[in-house]
């Protein structure tokens, strides 16, 4: 199974729990509101790390729901 990157970390989600996975998502949105709201008001550059934060979590999810997968086999 493949790992994923927050905040400039690599982690391999076989040695994480679901719960810490959802936890690192929910840290990593949460410091993405600063973004969105500069990105509200205008600022592009705000807007590219955002997209670069949605596509990181987007991977995240995805090994949340693999894990939880393999762990119901």
Do not use: W
């Not at 400039?8 to 969105?36: H, R, W, Y």
């Not at 500069?38 to 991977?59: E, F, I, L």
């Not at 995240?60 to 894990?67: E, G, N, S, Y």
């Amino acid at each position: 199974m493949g790992g994923y990157c927050l905040r400039g970390v690599c982690v391999a989600p076989c040695f994480m729990s679901v719960e810490a996975m959802m936890q690192n998502m929910i840290d990593e949105l949460t410091d993405a509101m600063k973004d969105a709201a500069k990105h509200d008001k205008g600022v592009n550059a705000a807007g590219t790390r955002v997209r670069k934060t949605m596509q990181s979590v987007k991977a995240a999810a995805q090994d949340v729901r693999k894990q939880v997968q393999a762990d119901r086999s």
